[in-house]
T-cell receptor, first 109, second 114 residues
């Protein structure tokens, strides 16, 4: 099956800093989503981005499908950005997401 | 904004007992999914469901698991005889028209098997 690797595994940021999270995948994909898992365990959908670039406030994402990677940018980080960020990809037609192991982000005041 | 809802939020059960986890997908969505996340690990796909039948399932989804859409709104996951290793957060998700769209996840049910 498709392999999904996320880096870095852990990230500690000071409030106000910018960061880039990376997701590499081993095969072509139909879907790609970025999620933020909050401290209560909820998965918050950030972006549906199988290709191209999207922005939502301080967050933006870029997927280069031909090179099999996606990047999530966090700008001017806030403590509420803390949590685990997951990339999930689907390489078949049925929405069977394969999740990466996640990046644990801690934003300190 | 419409949301996927799940009940209960937490459930504690004894090993060997049957549990039913319930989900109400977003109205008019056609594709439904169950995932699970063992504590500290990544989210794993269990099953996808479309047109009242399973479209794909993972190796985890063995004979102890079943899914059902008993009416026009609910989507359930049943575990017939729970094991300790079934302890996990279970997420339900849905997509609107095709499988190649945004998957909307519910808040999860945290299952603890003692």
């Amino acid at each position: 099956g498709i392999q999904v690797e996320q880096s870095p595994p852990d990230l500690i940021l000071q409030e106000g800093a910018n960061s880039t999270l990376r997701c590499n995948f081993s095969d072509s994909v139909n879907n790609l989503q970025w999620f933020h898992q909050n401290p209560w365990g909820q998965l918050i959908n950030l972006f549906y981005i199988p290709s191209g670039t999207k922005q939502n406030g301080r967050l933006s994402a870029t997927t280069v499908a031909t090179e099999r990677y996606s990047l999530l940018y966090i700008s001017s980080s806030q403590t509420t950005d803390s949590g685990v960020y997951f990339c999930a990809v689907d390489s078949d037609s049925w929405g069977k997401f394969q999740f990466g192991a996640g990046t644990q982000v801690v934003v300190t005041p | 904004e419409p949301e996927v809802t799940q009940t209960p939020s937490h459930q504690v059960t004894q090993m060997g007992q049957e549990v039913i986890l319930r989900c109400v997908p977003i109205s008019n969505h056609l594709y439904f999914y169950w995932y699970r996340q063992i504590l500290g690990q990544k989210v794993e796909f269990l099953v996808s469901f479309y047109n009242n039948e399973i479209s794909e399932k993972s190796e985890i989804f063995d004979d102890q698991f079943s899914v059902e859409r008993p009416d026009g709104s609910n989507f359930t996951l049943k575990i017939r005889s729970t094991k300790l290793e079934d302890s996990a957060m279970y997420f339900c998700a849905s997509t609107p028209v095709t499988a190649q769209e945004t998957q909307y996840f519910g808040p999860g049910t945290r299952l603890l098997v003692l």
